[in-house]
């Protein structure tokens, strides 16, 4: 079932979108990938825009001269929710997969990728609060030991008989170097603990880019033998 043109709400009315611009938009957007990037950010925002740029080089079927990002982008969503609601709705019916376009088979692959890179951040981002937490428990520990430390050597002191006046000073100078000694070792497992953090953060990184470059690796074969297989669909 061909989707039939319309106009998108957020997008220019003296521009009339049909299936073959929604399909080479499909197009362009399979070959610059802007799932990668994260929602909201300015790389996702530039993705869209080279998009943009691109589309309006093509000369048929003609696009706008100045076709925004925005415009691409909603187009590309509201095609691309249209595309979910009328697969759903012709599975119910039927039950089975219906025949699908060549628009079909690009939605399909580009809502895949959406979906895929959305999950890839979430476990990324879940994994990073787990390890916040752990380090944050660490540091309570940390503190509540000291603290416990500090009671215990009070009540000591309160049980013990009066010192005489003589040996105040003494008294004052081991209590502080005694709590000097429990603040640097304290420090030193601060120290210790960022050192720690800041090497996890580090190989979090380097493990993303790896599994970033992997997928970027993935994506550029599948967007190869997508459009061989386009390319083979429309020789037909």
Not at 217 to 233: A, D, E, G, P
Request: glycine fraction near 2%; hydrophobic fraction near 30%; charged fraction near 40%.
């Amino acid at each position: 079932m061909a989707m039939q043109p319309d106009f998108p709400a957020s997008c220019s009315s003296s521009m009339e979108w049909s299936e073959a611009h929604d399909i080479q938009l499909c197009r362009e957007i399979m070959v610059t990938n802007p799932f990668f990037a994260k929602r909201k950010t300015s790389d996702r925002k530039r993705l869209w825009e080279t998009i943009a740029r691109n589309l309006v080089k093509i000369n048929s079927p003609k696009f706008k001269t100045s076709l925004s990002e925005r415009a691409v982008r909603e187009r590309y969503m509201r095609i691309a929710q249209r595309f979910k609601a009328k697969m759903n709705e012709e599975i119910k019916a039927s039950g089975i997969s219906p025949e699908q376009s060549e628009l079909d088979v690009l939605l399909e692959e580009l809502t895949e990728r959406e979906e895929m890179a959305e999950e890839e951040r979430f476990q990324q981002g879940k994994k990073s609060e787990k390890d916040q937490e752990k380090a944050k428990d660490i540091r309570l520990k940390a503190m509540e030991k000291l603290s416990q430390t500090k009671k215990r050597k009070s009540e000591e002191n309160s049980d013990d008989p009066p010192k005489k006046s003589r040996r105040v000073g003494s008294e004052t100078l081991s209590f502080l170097k005694e709590k000097n000694e429990r603040e640097m070792d304290f420090k030193q497992k601060e120290l210790e603990l960022r050192s720690k953090e800041y090497e996890e953060e580090r190989k979090r990184r380097d493990e993303a880019e790896k599994r970033q470059d992997s997928m970027m690796q993935m994506f550029v074969q599948q967007n190869q033998l997508m459009l061989s297989l386009i390319s083979k669909l429309t020789d037909k």
